[in-house]
């Protein structure tokens, strides 16, 4: 299974709600990413978990929160968020954190839209 | 800090002419790069990448990739072009941060094959 699932493929929200993306991998990766990604644009990298644990924080606004319940799931909390947040929300992982490996699997993404 | 740049935003090149999209890089120490492919609405999907050994490196789908320290480049490339191959390509490299992988991507280039 070489898969990184995202769900939902498609969310719409407004200001006030809270709602949360899921991320699920089975091929015993350590490392999990979430990175925001705007229309025709790279991907930007919000986070990263290395065994569970956060390790990166690229200065993402607190109404996002990231939670890695066990090493197979990643989720991204999302409250009070801003029409700007409206993007592709992206999951990657890869092996071991510190192999030189380096090739991250993404899944298909979520696309979030805020009113 | 490690980057990459992708100087073309668009390339446009005939079905079953040869292709090449450039990368260049800005590295201190071993450079560790990648190529990656998005098409519309799907996440990124891994090519090839370079690590060490073999300036040629061969990846999914027909590409090459010439790693050329003298030119700090590495240009991604295809015998003979498909419509298929239409999509955007993500140049990237691989950085660590306080022992943590990151994976930071160029700027993207958007191919068409012309049938």
């Known amino acids: 299974d070489t898969e990184v699932t995202q769900t939902p493929k498609h969310l719409v929200m407004g200001m006030t709600n809270k709602k949360s993306l899921k991320c699920e991998q089975h091929?015993?990766?350590?490392?999990m990413y979430w990175y925001k990604q705007k229309a025709k644009k790279p991907p930007e990298l919000m986070f990263v978990?290395?065994?569970?644990?956060?390790?990166i924080n690229e200065s993402v606004p607190s109404r996002f929160s990231p939670e890695c319940p066990n090493s197979s799931l990643l989720n991204l909390h999302l409250h009070a968020l801003q029409p700007e947040d409206s993007a592709l929300y992206l999951c990657?992982?890869?092996?071991?954190?510190?192999?030189?490996?380096?090739?991250?699997?993404f899944g298909e993404g979520s696309r979030l839209t805020v009113l | 800090a490690q980057s990459v740049a992708q100087p073309e935003d668009q390339v446009n090149v005939a079905e079953g002419n040869p292709l090449t999209v450039k990368c260049t890089y800005s590295v201190s120490g071993n450079p560790y790069l990648f190529w990656y492919v998005q098409y519309p609405n799907r996440g990124l999907q891994f090519l090839l990448k370079y690590i060490t050994g073999d300036n040629l490196v061969k990846g999914s789908y027909g590409f090459e990739a010439e790693f050329n320290k003298s030119q700090t480049s590495f240009h991604l490339k295809k015998p003979s072009a498909l419509v298929s191959d239409s999509a955007l390509y993500f140049c990237?490299?691989?950085?660590?941060?306080?022992?943590?992988?990151?994976?930071?991507f160029g700027t993207g280039t958007k191919l068409q094959v012309i049938p």
């Open positions: 990237a490299v691989r950085d660590m941060t306080g022992g943590y992988q990151k994976v930071t």
């Open positions: 091929m015993g990766h350590r490392a």
């Open positions: 978990y290395s065994y569970e644990k956060l390790s």
């Open positions: 990657a992982s890869s092996q071991e954190p510190g192999s030189n490996t380096g090739e991250l699997f």
